[in-house]
Protein backbone atom coordinates (compact mmCIF):
# COMPACT_ATOMS: atom_id res chain seq x y z
CA UNK A 1 0.00 0.00 0.00
CA UNK A 2 2.67 2.27 1.20
CA UNK A 3 4.71 1.59 -2.08
CA UNK A 4 1.53 2.27 -4.45
CA UNK A 5 0.88 5.43 -2.25
CA UNK A 6 4.43 6.46 -3.20
CA UNK A 7 4.33 5.42 -6.81
CA UNK A 8 1.19 7.35 -7.47
CA UNK A 9 2.71 10.34 -6.08
CA UNK A 10 5.69 9.98 -8.09
CA UNK A 11 3.80 10.03 -11.48
CA UNK A 12 1.75 13.43 -9.92
CA UNK A 13 4.87 14.85 -9.74
CA UNK A 14 5.94 13.94 -12.87
CA UNK A 15 2.49 14.81 -14.70
CA UNK A 16 2.48 18.17 -12.81
CA UNK A 17 6.16 18.99 -13.70
CA UNK A 18 5.70 18.10 -17.58
CA UNK A 19 2.38 20.12 -18.02
CA UNK A 20 4.17 23.44 -15.82
CA UNK A 21 7.04 23.27 -18.41
CA UNK A 22 4.75 22.60 -21.59
CA UNK A 23 2.57 25.51 -20.57
CA UNK A 24 5.66 27.92 -19.86
CA UNK A 25 7.01 27.03 -23.42
CA UNK A 26 4.10 28.53 -25.08
CA UNK A 27 3.80 31.35 -22.60
CA UNK A 28 7.96 32.22 -23.06
CA UNK A 29 7.37 31.50 -26.73
CA UNK A 30 4.28 33.61 -27.09
CA UNK A 31 5.89 36.76 -25.83
CA UNK A 32 9.36 36.93 -26.87
CA UNK A 33 7.43 36.57 -30.41
CA UNK A 34 5.47 39.45 -29.81
CA UNK A 35 8.64 41.43 -28.54
CA UNK A 36 10.12 41.14 -31.68
CA UNK A 37 7.12 42.00 -33.81
CA UNK A 38 7.73 45.18 -31.54
CA UNK A 39 11.13 45.71 -31.54
CA UNK A 40 10.06 45.26 -35.82
CA UNK A 41 8.48 49.01 -35.18
CA UNK A 42 4.78 47.24 -36.12
CA UNK A 43 2.32 50.13 -36.42
CA UNK A 44 -0.79 49.51 -34.67
CA UNK A 45 -4.55 51.35 -34.70
CA UNK A 46 -5.29 51.13 -30.93
CA UNK A 47 -3.35 50.03 -27.59
CA UNK A 48 -5.30 48.19 -25.02
CA UNK A 49 -3.79 48.23 -21.51
CA UNK A 50 -5.13 45.59 -19.64
CA UNK A 51 -6.56 46.18 -15.99
CA UNK A 52 -4.39 45.27 -13.15
CA UNK A 53 -4.84 45.32 -8.99
CA UNK A 54 -4.24 49.24 -7.63
CA UNK A 55 -4.02 49.88 -4.44
CA UNK A 56 -6.27 52.56 -2.92
CA UNK A 57 -5.77 54.44 -6.22
CA UNK A 58 -2.14 53.78 -6.54
CA UNK A 59 -1.27 51.37 -9.61
CA UNK A 60 0.81 48.07 -8.11
CA UNK A 61 4.18 47.38 -9.82
CA UNK A 62 3.18 45.27 -12.28
CA UNK A 63 0.15 47.69 -13.33
CA UNK A 64 2.86 50.34 -13.68
CA UNK A 65 4.89 48.28 -15.82
CA UNK A 66 1.96 47.99 -18.33
CA UNK A 67 1.84 51.97 -18.03
CA UNK A 68 5.10 52.20 -18.66
CA UNK A 69 5.70 50.07 -21.66
CA UNK A 70 2.26 51.36 -23.25
CA UNK A 71 3.95 54.91 -22.66
CA UNK A 72 6.92 54.24 -24.35
CA UNK A 73 5.06 52.65 -27.34
CA UNK A 74 2.72 55.32 -27.49
CA UNK A 75 5.43 58.23 -27.66
CA UNK A 76 6.99 56.64 -30.36
CA UNK A 77 4.16 56.25 -32.20
CA UNK A 78 1.20 59.61 -31.56
CA UNK A 79 -1.17 58.98 -34.00
CA UNK A 80 -1.94 55.69 -31.94
CA UNK A 81 -4.88 55.66 -29.71
CA UNK A 82 -5.01 53.73 -26.61
CA UNK A 83 -7.97 52.26 -24.50
CA UNK A 84 -7.41 52.19 -20.31
CA UNK A 85 -9.24 49.25 -18.89
CA UNK A 86 -10.82 47.49 -15.62
CA UNK A 87 -13.20 48.80 -13.29
CA UNK A 88 -12.86 49.19 -9.57
CA UNK A 89 -12.81 46.05 -7.20
CA UNK A 90 -12.33 45.32 -3.58
CA UNK A 91 -10.31 47.69 -1.71
CA UNK A 92 -9.75 49.39 -4.76
CA UNK A 93 -10.81 53.35 -4.28
CA UNK A 94 -10.98 54.48 -7.91
CA UNK A 95 -11.56 51.60 -10.99
CA UNK A 96 -7.90 50.63 -12.77
CA UNK A 97 -8.94 51.81 -16.01
CA UNK A 98 -9.11 55.74 -14.36
CA UNK A 99 -5.77 54.44 -12.32
CA UNK A 100 -4.37 53.67 -16.12
CA UNK A 101 -5.65 57.07 -17.73
CA UNK A 102 -4.22 59.52 -14.59
CA UNK A 103 -0.71 58.09 -15.16
CA UNK A 104 -1.08 58.23 -18.69
CA UNK A 105 -1.82 61.88 -18.58
CA UNK A 106 1.34 62.23 -15.96
CA UNK A 107 3.26 60.36 -18.80
CA UNK A 108 2.28 63.49 -21.14
CA UNK A 109 -0.35 61.49 -23.33
CA UNK A 110 -3.09 63.73 -23.96
CA UNK A 111 -6.35 62.89 -23.15
CA UNK A 112 -7.84 63.06 -26.64
CA UNK A 113 -5.73 60.33 -27.33
CA UNK A 114 -6.99 57.87 -24.33
CA UNK A 115 -10.19 55.64 -24.26
CA UNK A 116 -11.68 55.05 -20.88
CA UNK A 117 -13.13 51.87 -20.12
CA UNK A 118 -14.13 51.32 -16.35
CA UNK A 119 -16.98 48.74 -15.93
CA UNK A 120 -14.87 45.47 -16.38
CA UNK A 121 -14.75 43.01 -13.44
CA UNK A 122 -12.14 40.34 -15.24
CA UNK A 123 -9.71 39.86 -18.86
CA UNK A 124 -12.72 38.83 -20.47
CA UNK A 125 -14.58 42.02 -19.79
CA UNK A 126 -11.61 44.13 -20.56
CA UNK A 127 -11.93 42.70 -24.03
CA UNK A 128 -15.37 42.58 -24.66
CA UNK A 129 -15.75 46.33 -23.30
CA UNK A 130 -12.91 47.25 -25.16
CA UNK A 131 -14.39 45.79 -28.48
CA UNK A 132 -17.27 47.67 -28.21
CA UNK A 133 -15.46 51.00 -27.51
CA UNK A 134 -13.35 50.25 -31.00
CA UNK A 135 -17.09 49.45 -33.03
CA UNK A 136 -18.22 52.98 -31.85
CA UNK A 137 -15.43 54.99 -32.61
CA UNK A 138 -14.47 53.27 -36.53
CA UNK A 139 -18.18 53.32 -37.20
CA UNK A 140 -18.74 51.31 -40.85
CA UNK A 141 -14.86 52.19 -41.42
CA UNK A 142 -13.83 49.07 -43.96
CA UNK A 143 -10.51 48.58 -42.94
CA UNK A 144 -8.61 46.03 -40.81
CA UNK A 145 -7.71 47.26 -37.39
CA UNK A 146 -4.78 46.47 -35.50
CA UNK A 147 -4.74 46.29 -31.57
CA UNK A 148 -1.43 45.81 -29.33
CA UNK A 149 -2.60 44.73 -26.03
CA UNK A 150 -0.35 45.71 -23.45
CA UNK A 151 0.27 43.33 -20.35
CA UNK A 152 2.62 41.68 -17.80
CA UNK A 153 4.88 38.74 -20.09
CA UNK A 154 3.49 36.30 -18.39
CA UNK A 155 0.22 37.31 -19.53
CA UNK A 156 0.51 37.66 -23.05
CA UNK A 157 -0.37 33.92 -24.39
CA UNK A 158 -3.42 33.68 -22.32
CA UNK A 159 -4.59 37.34 -23.14
CA UNK A 160 -4.32 37.20 -26.94
CA UNK A 161 -6.21 33.99 -26.80
CA UNK A 162 -9.27 35.37 -24.65
CA UNK A 163 -8.97 38.34 -27.11
CA UNK A 164 -9.11 36.13 -30.40
CA UNK A 165 -12.44 34.10 -28.71
CA UNK A 166 -14.22 37.11 -27.48
CA UNK A 167 -13.94 38.46 -30.87
CA UNK A 168 -10.26 39.93 -32.01
CA UNK A 169 -9.75 37.67 -35.04
CA UNK A 170 -11.26 37.71 -38.38
CA UNK A 171 -10.99 39.48 -41.31
CA UNK A 172 -11.27 43.34 -39.63
CA UNK A 173 -8.80 42.60 -36.71
CA UNK A 174 -5.01 41.79 -36.04
CA UNK A 175 -3.54 41.42 -32.69
CA UNK A 176 -0.36 41.39 -31.08
CA UNK A 177 0.99 41.53 -28.26
CA UNK A 178 3.30 44.68 -26.12
CA UNK A 179 5.00 42.37 -22.98
CA UNK A 180 5.51 44.67 -20.30
CA UNK A 181 8.01 43.68 -17.57
CA UNK A 182 6.84 41.19 -14.49
CA UNK A 183 8.55 42.35 -11.39
CA UNK A 184 11.11 40.11 -10.05
CA UNK A 185 9.13 39.92 -6.46
CA UNK A 186 6.14 38.38 -8.20
CA UNK A 187 7.31 36.91 -10.83
CA UNK A 188 7.05 33.17 -8.69
CA UNK A 189 4.10 33.70 -7.64
CA UNK A 190 2.94 35.33 -10.80
CA UNK A 191 4.01 32.63 -13.29
CA UNK A 192 2.63 29.52 -10.98
CA UNK A 193 -0.60 31.39 -10.89
CA UNK A 194 -0.67 32.04 -14.37
CA UNK A 195 0.14 28.36 -15.03
CA UNK A 196 -3.24 27.06 -13.28
CA UNK A 197 -5.34 29.77 -14.71
CA UNK A 198 -4.04 28.59 -18.71
CA UNK A 199 -5.05 25.17 -17.20
CA UNK A 200 -8.42 26.71 -15.96
CA UNK A 201 -8.79 28.46 -18.89
CA UNK A 202 -8.30 25.88 -21.54
CA UNK A 203 -10.47 23.17 -19.89
CA UNK A 204 -13.14 25.10 -18.25
CA UNK A 205 -13.44 28.87 -19.46
CA UNK A 206 -12.76 28.90 -23.35
CA UNK A 207 -15.89 27.34 -23.98
CA UNK A 208 -17.88 29.52 -21.55
CA UNK A 209 -17.15 33.34 -23.21
CA UNK A 210 -19.55 32.49 -25.66
CA UNK A 211 -22.09 33.47 -22.80
CA UNK A 212 -21.91 37.31 -21.76
CA UNK A 213 -23.28 36.53 -18.27
CA UNK A 214 -20.68 34.24 -17.22
CA UNK A 215 -17.94 34.94 -14.64
CA UNK A 216 -15.05 35.21 -16.28
CA UNK A 217 -11.56 35.68 -15.25
Not at 53 to 71: D, F, H, N, Q, Y
Not at 213 to 217: D, E, Q, R, T, V
Given at each position: ???T???????????????F???????????????????????????????A???????????????????E?????P??????????????N????????????????????????N???????????????I??????K??????????????????????????????????????????????????????????N???????????P?????
Open positions: MKNIITVIKISIIIFVFLCFVQYFIIKEYITDRKSVNENKKVDYVIILGRVKGEKPTKSLMERIKAATYLKKNEVKVIATGGQGKNEVAEGLAIKRELLKNGISEDRIILEKSKNTVENFRFSLEKKKTEDENRKIKVLIVTNDYHIFRSKNIAKKVGFINKKYEIYGLPAKTPLISMPKSYFREFLSNIYFIFIRAAIDNKAGLN
